[in-house]
């Protein structure tokens, strides 16, 4: 094996084999290493196995968390979700637009590997599975690090091995700790586009929902979004609450209108006009999942006619204005992607390079910049790597 390199890229996810193929691109001689056996676990497993590869509608300064939000601007207007839509379809991958400008594979996520697989081939970069970089060192022309056994150097570094989200596929704080090995701050990282979790007394209260999906509205502070939920057997799931775990922090309530658009108070006091014989859960079965309603007025008793307006009240509010106090999340074990990262102040905007050591870069998720569920992260995957590898 070659033991000089002008590039080494440490992680064969997303925004490695964009930056490998960039940078090969320009006649830069490459090697991209990684752990796992497979490049692009994370793609291969997106978007239930089709990959939501990248969203129309990706805003910088809207569908991005970060402690600098200006941070993320530069890479992403240079490479757009155009631009990676050409390459797809230059490649003859079929896709389709879901809803909220989601883009996903006709076909599978696999598309994707191949495409980017074929992509770096041409451009020369050399691909090394199954070996775990070791130690490294800055030197005077770049960078020394040790590859399985072997010593490798190079002129640029660059580390693209993501945060700690999917354990189980070797996701790790490899990042992080390069990082503080070369002087650079890491911000508070943590799980996010993650289920919600709920106590004990309320699971018990909510066990009948398990399973159960609505369309909801789902609020902390000035966020809202409206997309699925999904009641499960630990607490909240679905993409609103996703979303909005990204937000969420220990200690904090949320609100949820499980019926966006409907004034159940209103429609209670109309059925208690005209149907008042008929049970409050068959009024809401109308408008909710029949096991939400049932649930919703388990104990009630009697009929809508019979009940009390502050009772309508009280279950209108239970319906539109849910407000719940998760008491943590499902963890970076079914966390999409880890909040926080390799803090953007240290790193050069244009080209994801360290200030203080030339030659260094950390790209997509390893960074403390984070998208929200729907393509969004890919996208800042293959701006980010693309940056980089236009200068590495």
Known sequence: MDQSFDVVVIGAGAAGMMCAIEAGKRGRRVLILDHASAPGEKIRISGGGRCNFTN?????????????????????????????ISLVTRHGIAFHEKALGQLFCDDRARQIIDMLLAEMKAAGAKLRLGVTAGALEKTNDGFALDVGGQLVDCQSLVIATGGKSIPKMGATGFAYDVARQFGLRVTETRPALVPLTFE???????????????????????????????????????????????????????????APGIDIL????????????????????????????ETLCAGLGGTVGDAPDAVLQALAHSV????????????????????????TDDLESKTLAARIVPGLHFIGEAVDVTGWLGGYNFQWAWASGWAAGQVA
């Open 320 to 343: 539109n204005a849910w407000t719940v106090k998760p008491v943590g999340s499902e963890g970076y074990r079914t966390a999409e992607v880890t909040l926080g990262g390799v803090d």
């Open 266 to 293: 209103a429609v209670l006091r109309e059925a208690k006009k005209t149907t008042g014989k008929r049970r409050c859960d068959t009024v809401l079965a109308a408008y909710l999942p029949a096991r939400l309603a």
């Open 56 to 84: 129309i509608g990706t805003a910088a300064r809207k569908n991005f968390l970060s402690d600098n939000p200006h941070f993320c601007i530069s890479a992403l207007s240079r490479y757009t979700p155009a631009d990676f």
């Open 200 to 258: 004990a007394g309320l699971l018990e209260k909510l066990a009948p929902l398990s399973g159960v999906s609505v369309q909801a509205r789902v609020r902390h502070g000035g966020t809202v979004f409206e997309e699925g939920l999904l009641f499960t057997h630990r607490g909240l799931s679905g993409p609103a609450i996703l979303q909005i775990s990204s937000y969420w922090r220990e200690g904090d309530a949320i609100t949820i209108d499980l």
